[in-house]
């Protein structure tokens, strides 16, 4: 039984084999990329007074499932069927972790539960707290949704659909940006 068309997208296959170019090294980037993602929404939900308003967390799950199907389950993805291995972060595993989890226990996931539970994640950077983080200086990303009110957003408009050459262009900005002056 071939479950290839369960695991990747069509599009995505003919993207990422077209021209045999999606290697371990910018699966690896990519999936740090997301961590790094990951990291940014962390500190600001941690800052965020917006985060008890009602409907927040059903926002917010939205958005992390966008986010894990954009950003994380391609790569994973591509990993597994071109059989070469990735390192996962800690922070990306753990979300990766309570995210599977639930939706394997509950078809209908608490997402309130989800959503204490990735917010009480350790961010996994070398500090005590992350006040000691300014997120003012954290690069910019694409639909950074985090920095949003979602409890008064449309969330529907906040899901844009990216192929994996979409991503891999985000992730060569984002090292640029690492190594730029």
């Not at 926002?59 to 597994?80: G, Q, Y």
């Not at 997402?111 to 983080?133: G, R, W």
């Not at 529907?156 to 002056?181: I, K």
Request: aromatic share 10%; proline share 4%.
């Amino acid at each position: 039984m071939n479950h290839t068309g369960d695991l990747v997208g069509s599009d995505q296959v003919i993207m990422a084999y077209s021209d045999g170019q999606v290697t371990a090294r910018e699966i690896s980037r990519a999936l740090f990329y997301a961590n790094s993602r990951l990291l940014a929404m962390h500190l600001y939900v941690d800052k965020s007074f917006a985060t008890s308003l009602p409907g927040y967390a059903e926002a917010f799950h939205t958005l992390m499932k966008w986010e894990m199907e954009t950003f994380v389950t391609p790569f994973i993805n591509i990993s597994f069927l071109s059989r070469c291995s990735a390192v996962i972060p800690t922070l990306l595993h753990d979300v990766i972790a309570i995210m599977i989890a639930h939706t394997l226990v509950d078809r209908q996931p608490d997402v309130s539960e989800i959503f204490m539970e990735i917010k009480a994640l350790d961010i996994s950077v070398h500090c005590n707290q992350s006040d000691e983080y300014d997120i003012a200086h954290m690069p910019d990303y694409f639909n950074a949704w985090w920095k949003d009110n979602l409890a008064s957003c449309k969330v529907s408009d906040m899901l844009p659909r990216s192929s994996v050459q979409d991503v891999l262009e985000l992730v060569e900005g984002h090292f640029a940006e690492l190594v730029g002056p």
